[in-house]
Nanobody
Framework: QVQLVESGGGLVQPGGSLRISCAASGSIFIDDAMGWYRQAPGKQRELVATLTRYGSASYADSVKGRFTISTNSAKNTVALQMNSLKPEDTAVYYC?????WGQGTQVTVSS
């Protein structure tokens, strides 16, 4: 079973940028697509962005134009570049691929 490990979370000021990554122990695209999700305290987990094995990306309206999802040539790592961060982006971010969840990485946007 493929394992997923997120990294790159942290504390950033509003308006700042952060890049988080999801590394897979094998190919991250055994299924056709993978996704980044996030869960804020007291809220349900929500889909943030998806990327297919064919390179097609989609985004939640709340992050469109600010976040970019991408993969490397080996297709074993998927990154989420987050720009113009807002306090409401604060959450634990999870990657999901091949019916497996990563452990999550905390992103906190605060001054």
């Amino acid at each position: 079973q493929v394992q997923l490990v997120e990294s790159g979370g942290g504390l950033v000021q509003p308006g700042g940028s952060l890049r988080i990554s999801c590394a897979a122990s094998g190919s991250i695209f055994i299924d056709d697509a993978m996704g980044w999700y996030r869960q804020a305290p007291g809220k349900q987990r929500e889909l943030v962005a998806t990327l297919t094995r064919y390179g097609s990306a989609s985004y939640a309206d709340s992050v469109k134009g600010r976040f970019t999802i991408s993969t490397n040539s080996a297709k074993n790592t998927v990154a989420l570049q987050m720009n113009s961060l807002k306090p409401e982006d604060t959450a634990v971010y999870y990657c999901y691929a091949n019916k497996v969840w990563g452990q999550g990485t905390q992103v906190t946007v605060s001054s």
